[in-house]
């Protein structure tokens, strides 16, 4: 099957039921960052396996709707953008990067200060990111012609093993 | 135990600087970069390692001070990670670089990738 | 004040990402290229203005600690002033040459972008107080610098680009090792800390940290056993990028962090020193004996960086040797100032000889210089301007290039190296041949196949070499105004050692 098809009606049907909860639970991670291992790059890896998962199964054609490369980038810069507005938000209380949310109780959700909203900045950046990565590689195809040309290009000449 | 583990992750940072070195095909090369770059980061995470130690991370009935006597140090550990995302970015830039250079010059061998001289 | 340090930092890299989300946005893509001037002109302006203040720290994030010292520290003091406004003033003239220059380029929002993240993280990498910091802005810069190498995709730059990405890969890896080892010894990040802690916890260990810091950095500094990227990468970038890479990149995370490592962290002890003076003398021969021969004019600048490169070193290396032997410290000042001036200096006139380069290549086609000639009738500013940057590398008065190699010259006799004085000068007049030939082959003469239809460059691109070449011609006459004003304060900030540990620390050390 091409790649612009995607795969098998099983795969599709798989990735419906699980692409959702992948979402979800790389959101947790990263939300929960300040209160157990993870964090914003964590939980943007898995958010990005999601993403990937989906232009797999479904084939560029029907994912192009939904996942694109100008989207990712957009949403890249967003998560950038807001991490800094972030630490410039900071400026109201003295200084760079100081905080400026309430610390709260130990061990709640809405401890912490700005770690929790900064984990969210990275985990949207880290996400698109890489999905935008994935997006971008995915578009590979074997060179065919060649500078150097002597004829001996992979592919014409196949008894080469480097 | 102490030392074998030390003078193996050096032994992991050879192995990857024989494959930046002697390798011709550009994709070994990609990973013995890679597994340069693992092994500063394997080192960096035993640096901060106590023996018997717990995860800095504070449970319901600890104090602070507590913690800090039985965890290991998770100083490294937030380098660790910072350099984990480096190494991300890099390897994505490599295998990119190397995709156009196949796309070029049609071949991953590095004896043949040499336009440049002199 | 103190506050609006990290700014330096925030505001290029604020605006790479608003660029990167201006791109897709239709009808506010003309505004990419403007907002990335403005970016850079704010970080000139602000760099100029914190001339005037004095020594500033700022612990970012304020999260208290004992006496306030827990975080991540940003350091702005002379040393960091003086690369700050080199920094500046060198990504503002290509900025605003690759107005010009980047037309035939597609996707000139993503150059944009990267360009403001390299200039970000530079200005990151000199005010980094803290070694894991100083890390990741250089990481930042290199990651950056690699993707403009090869941004014209072509076969060479491309090859070019991941030789230069594998051997900068090679070379952080050691780096963070060196920083690893630090960290193990001494229990800090923080370089004012670890430069008290240091002396206590000395041992094997420290001689492999310093070897790997060492050797990471003249990887970075392109010295001479580990500069085999440079000659493939400066001249395959685009001419605004070769720039800023031999301009700017190879001083803030090479040689600056090598001074800054060698006099504030490690101490200038003896083998520090002279492991310096070795790299600086081996990187100024080497690297001019390899570039009287090349007639590619690009790659022939790249040699002849890597050789002015030795010259700062070997004058930092000296200045180290004096301090390690307990010399006058007026001698081992005079030594410091030579080679900040020098690295000044080459900043100015190799940028402008690069500008000049490409844009002899975007006009007249070619970067042979056999096939050039008679330029100077057919692009007479772009000649003009290329003129007075041989001229000062060259060493010729009253250039900014004379003064400086002068002032080295006579601080290597005073500190009691007049062998390396006699190989100085030797270096400088091969310069002065190697340029002669640049000079007679591309502007003189006959014109050459390709150059005969050569016409005048845009205005943007001639624009920022004139303010280059000013920068040469003013830098040398008013010498003695910039070293009381910029020079002195940023040697006393190299010399202080560590008496400027317990200055910039602000609490109680254990």
Redesign the interface.
């Known amino acids: 099957m091409p790649p612009e098809e995607g795969m098998t009606p099983i795969v599709r049907n798989t990735t419906r039921l699980v692409s959702g909860f992948i979402v979800v639970f790389g959101t947790y991670i990263a939300l929960t960052g300040h209160?157990?291992?993870g964090?914003g790059?964590a939980g943007g890896v898995i958010l990005a396996a999601a993403g990937a998962l989906v232009v797999l199964s479904f084939g560029r054609r029907v994912s192009s709707s939904l996942i694109t490369e100008?989207t990712c980038?957009?949403a890249?810069?967003?998560g950038?953008?807001g991490f800094?507005a972030l630490?410039?938000l900071g400026?109201m209380v003295?200084?760079?990067?100081?905080?400026f949310l309430p610390v709260g109780r130990?061990?709640r959700l809405d401890s912490a200060g700005i770690i929790p909203l900064a984990n969210l900045a990275i985990l949207v950046k880290v996400g698109a990111g890489l999905v935008g990565?994935f997006l971008?590689?995915s578009a590979?195809?074997?060179?065919?012609?060649?500078?150097?040309d002597d004829g001996?290009?992979?592919?014409r000449d196949g008894r080469?093993e480097? | 135990m102490s030392m074998a583990i030390y003078l193996l992750t050096f032994g992991l940072l050879i192995v990857g600087i024989y494959a930046v070195v002697a390798k011709k095909n550009v994709v070994k090369i990609i990973v013995g970069v890679l597994i340069i770059d693992y092994a500063v980061n394997l080192l960096l995470v035993l640096v901060g390692y106590r023996t018997g130690g717990q995860a800095p991370i504070q449970a319901a009935d600890e104090t602070a001070a507590q913690m800090a006597t039985v965890a290991v140090d998770p100083l490294p550990q937030a380098m660790v990670l910072t350099s984990i995302v480096i190494g991300l970015a890099l390897t994505a830039l490599m295998v990119a670089m190397a995709i156009r250079l196949h796309e070029k010059y049609g071949t991953f061998d590095m004896d043949r990738i040499r336009q440049l001289r002199g | 004040m103190n506050a609006l340090v990290p700014l330096f930092v925030a505001v290029p890299l604020g605006a790479a990402f608003v660029i990167v989300a201006l791109a897709h946005a239709g009808g506010l893509k003309r505004l990419t290229g403007p907002l990335a001037v403005a970016a850079v002109v704010y970080n000139l302006v602000a760099a100029v203005i914190f001339l005037g203040v004095g020594d500033l720290s700022v612990f970012v994030g304020g999260w208290g600690g004992p006496g306030k010292t827990l975080g991540i520290e940003m350091v702005c003091d002379g040393l960091a002033k003086l690369l700050l406004v080199t920094i500046n003033l060198v990504a503002l003239v290509s900025i605003v040459y690759a107005r010009g220059y980047m037309r035939r380029f597609t996707r000139v929002w993503l150059f944009e972008a990267l360009f403001l993240l390299m200039t970000g993280a530079m200005n990151g990498v000199v005010l980094a107080g803290d070694l894991f910091n100083l890390f990741v802005f250089l990481e930042i810069a290199a990651i950056a610098s690699y993707a403009l190498v090869g941004f014209g995709c072509e076969a060479e730059e491309l090859e070019a680009a991941f030789k230069y990405l594998v051997l900068g890969a090679v070379g952080s890896a050691f780096i963070l090792l060196g920083v690893t080892v630090l960290y193990s010894l001494t229990g800090h990040l923080n370089m004012a800390k670890v430069a008290q802690l240091l002396p206590a916890a000395a041992g094997p260990a420290t001689m492999l940290a310093a070897a790997s810091l060492l050797g990471g950095l003249a990887l970075k500094a392109a010295m001479v056993p580990f500069h085999a990227w440079l000659p493939d990468a400066h001249p395959s970038a685009p001419a605004p990028i070769s720039a800023m890479l031999s301009g700017v990149l190879i001083k803030a995370s090479g040689v600056y962090a090598l001074a800054r490592i060698v006099f504030n962290v490690l101490g200038p002890s003896h083998p520090y020193a002279t492991i310096l003076m070795v790299l600086g003398t081996l990187s100024m021969v080497v690297g001019v004996l390899l570039a009287i021969g090349q007639w590619d004019f690009k790659r022939l600048l790249a040699y002849h960086s890597i050789s002015q490169m030795g010259y700062v070193v070997l004058a930092l290396g000296a200045g180290a040797g004096v301090v390690a032997a307990g010399g006058e410290r007026a001698i081992a000042a005079l030594c410091i100032f030579g080679g900040l001036f020098h690295l000044f200096n080459h900043a100015a006139f190799k940028s402008l000889l690069f500008l000049s380069s490409g844009s002899i290549e975007q006009q007249a086609g070619t970067r042979l210089l056999k096939e050039m000639g008679g330029l100077s009738r057919r692009m007479p500013a772009t000649s003009f301007c290329c003129r007075i940057g041989a001229l000062s590398i060259a060493g010729v008065p009253p250039f900014n290039g004379f003064f400086s190699k002068l002032v080295i010259i006579v601080a290597l006799m005073l500190s009691g190296h007049p062998v390396l004085a006699v190989v100085a000068v030797g270096v400088a007049l091969m310069t002065l041949l190697s340029f002669v030939k640049v000079q007679r082959y591309a502007l003189e003469g006959a014109p050459g196949a390709r150059s005969a239809e050569a016409t005048e460059a845009p205005a943007s691109m001639v624009v920022a070499m004139a303010s280059l070449a000013v920068v040469c011609l003013v830098a040398g006459l008013a010498m003695v105004l910039l070293r009381d004003h910029l020079f002195t304060p940023a040697g006393d900030a190299l010399l202080r050692g560590f008496e400027g540990a317990k200055d910039l620390v602000t609490g109680a050390m254990p």
Do not use: C, E, K, Q
């Not at chain 1, 590979?140 to 150097?148: A, K, Y």
């Not at chain 1, 001996?152 to 592919?155: E, I, Q, R, V």
């Open positions: 209160l157990g291992p964090g790059f100008p980038h957009v890249d810069a967003a950038a953008a800094l630490a410039m400026y003295g200084g760079f990067f100081v905080n130990l061990h990565a971008a590689l590979f195809r074997p060179g065919r012609r060649s500078v150097l001996t290009a992979d592919g080469r480097i």
